[in-house]
């Protein structure tokens, strides 16, 4: 199965806002509220940032949020900082239980 | 502590098979499904199986179908993935992770091993 559509590259300043797309299909993103976000830094193990589209797991910054709109899903991070130059994943369940992942965007905080 | 500990990568040739272990503490296991994800070298993240916590539910991401097995002994809180017909591109992390909610089968993972390296190459 097709993964999930994302920019294979984001950038941003210290401070500032930036929004990561996450493009499926209406048998995947459109059609469910089964979205989720990963962090992975660099020879790390992926982290759970938000599931249900929106929802933020205990001990997750609230500068971290997920919205949905038709088959695109995002996620935002505000207030860049360093240490949040990593790489990002959406995740959806797709129609016939399977799961898709994005493929991943790396995000450079300049 | 909750932990998934992976073991059993390793260098193999390629048409061999490889038997992974996926060791859980600090949670009762037979309560949540488990799953597979692999992470070629410098590539993204691609889900490979999911079993229920009974292991009476099972799915296969539909490439992978037949290629790969996966089960669980809940009596040792082991989860396990055998892989056949290892080609180059089974080279992969291969991480265990854990079902964020309890019971059934398919969901986000909030859990995840540190992964077990399974490198195919003659």
């Known amino acids: 199965q097709s993964a999930l559509t994302q920019p294979a590259s984001v950038s941003g300043s210290p401070g500032q806002s930036i ?3 996450c493009t499926g299909t209406s048998n995947d993103i459109g059609g ?3 979205v989720a976000w990963y ?6 193990v992926p982290k759970l940032l938000i599931y249900d589209v929106r929802v933020r797991p205990s001990g997750i910054s609230d500068r971290f949020s997920g919205s949905k709109s038709g088959n695109t899903a995002s996620l935002t991070i505000s207030g860049l900082q360093p240490d949040d130059e990593a790489d990002y994943y959406c995740y959806s369940y797709r129609t016939g239980d399977t799961i ?3 493929g991943g965007s790396k995000l450079t905080v300049l | 502590e909750v932990l998934l500990l992976e073991s ?7 048409g061999g098979s490889l038997r992974l ?8 296991f037979t309560d949540y499904a488990m799953n597979w994800v692999r992470q070629a070298p410098g590539k993204g993240l691609e889900w490979v199986s999911s079993i229920s916590g009974s ?3 099972i799915q296969f991401a539909d490439s992978l179908q037949g290629h790969f097995a996966i089960s669980r002994d809940n009596s040792k809180n082991t989860l396990y993935l055998e892989i056949n017909s290892l080609t180059a591109d089974d080279t992969a992390i291969y991480y265990c992770a854990k079902r964020l909610w309890l019971g059934g089968l398919l969901g986000p993972f909030d859990l995840w091993g540190q992964g077990t390296l399974v490198t195919v190459s003659s």
Request: glycine fraction near 22%; hydrophobic fraction near 25%; include cysteine.
């Open chain 1, 32 to 34: 469910y509220d089964y």
């Open chain 2, 8 to 14: 059993g990568g390793g260098l193999v040739q390629p």
């Open chain 1, 100 to 102: 898709l992942f994005g």
């Open chain 2, 21 to 28: 272990s996926c060791v859980a503490s600090g949670f009762t």
């Open chain 1, 19 to 21: 929004t990561i797309p």
């Open chain 2, 55 to 57: 292991g009476d539910r």
């Open chain 1, 39 to 44: 962090q992975q830094h660099p020879g790390k």
